[in-house]
């Protein structure tokens, strides 16, 4: 069994999906499948979160599921209930984070500067996201901390299609999570087609 880091290092690009509609959940996994990229982070920005976990698992076992936007120790449990694979959050959370780990499912909570790191590293974590990328520094500050810290990284936050190359180039990034390739309207649009070739887009950039 390969592990979670080297699962996110083989797929390079994770989807970040807000989903409004839990029934739109299957469809959209065969898409992200069917043209290169068998992961997605489903945050709970929405009320149909963990619902939407659930549908993708129950369909796609083979598929990488992250649940995002994890703020309480209650979403972590829906999160582990619907069968995600692992927890991203945007900030760290001390309080989140020993309960993914009592829990015993990874969590990858957001830093933006060494102070996080650290406290991040001092809990164990090795694999951290980090967010919001562009806005805190990007590119340079990434190589900066990652000059220093023995971690992996994770950027989010102004990823596109410009500069997720450059990005992946930093030797300490496994994937780079992304909103761009699963537009929400696209989604609610039902505009699968039009979603198929983003997605093959990003797994083209990233090949």
Not at 40 to 56: D, G, H, K, L, N
Not at 87 to 100: E, M
Not at 150 to 162: A, C, E, L, S
């Amino acid at each position: 069994m390969k592990t979670l880091e080297q699962q996110l290092e083989t797929i390079g690009v994770i989807p970040v999906i807000a989903l409004d509609d839990a029934q739109k959940a299957v469809k959209l996994a065969q898409v992200l499948i069917e043209n290169g990229l068998p992961c997605a982070e489903v945050t709970f920005r929405t009320p149909q979160a963990a619902q939407a976990i659930a549908y993708m698992r129950e369909a796609y076992p083979e598929m990488l599921i992250g649940a995002g936007t994890v703020l309480t120790t209650a979403q972590v449990d829906a999160a582990i209930t619907a069968g995600a694979d692992f927890i991203v959050s945007p900030g760290f959370n001390p309080t989140t984070v020993k309960y993914c780990q009592q829990r015993e499912i990874a969590i990858i909570p957001g830093i933006n500067n060494p102070s996080l790191v650290e406290q991040a590293m001092e809990m164990g974590l090795k694999t951290l996201k980090f967010f919001p990328a562009e806005p805190s520094g990007g590119i340079a500050m990434l190589k900066a901390m990652s000059a220093v810290y023995p971690v992996h990284f994770m950027p989010t936050g102004g990823i596109n299609p410009q500069n997720i190359k450059a990005y992946l180039n930093i030797p300490s990034v496994l994937a780079c999570g992304g909103t761009w390739m699963v537009p929400n309207q696209l989604i609610n649009e039902e505009k699968w087609d039009e979603l198929a070739t983003l997605v093959k887009e990003v797994a083209t950039i990233i090949r």
